[in-house]
């Protein structure tokens, strides 16, 4: 019998997370550096270090992370079965005995 499964499994979908974690946390750190007079140019914090390298090594490795979320192999005991009863789908030998019935036919 044909069971319907997820393709990723649930440490697959956790990578996921922390992968859009560290994206969300470069995107973070990258913003800011305005002053309150449009004539004062902050050199410092907009070409720092914090913005021009962390930041952007940040979102890199969250994209890199969400490479190795997608090509991490999932264990037989890591596959999530989504839950059939709730919406009203059958298996094939339901659905089979089900025209079966209907048919008269075997």
Known sequence: MYQHHLLFGKKNFLIVLIGIGLIVLGYIVMIGGASADANIYPEAQIYGFRR???APVLVLLGFAVQIVAIFYPVREEDKILPDTSKTGSFTAQQ?????TAKTGKK
């Open 52 to 54: 021009t390298i962390l």
């Open 95 to 99: 659905q089979v005995k089900k025209v």
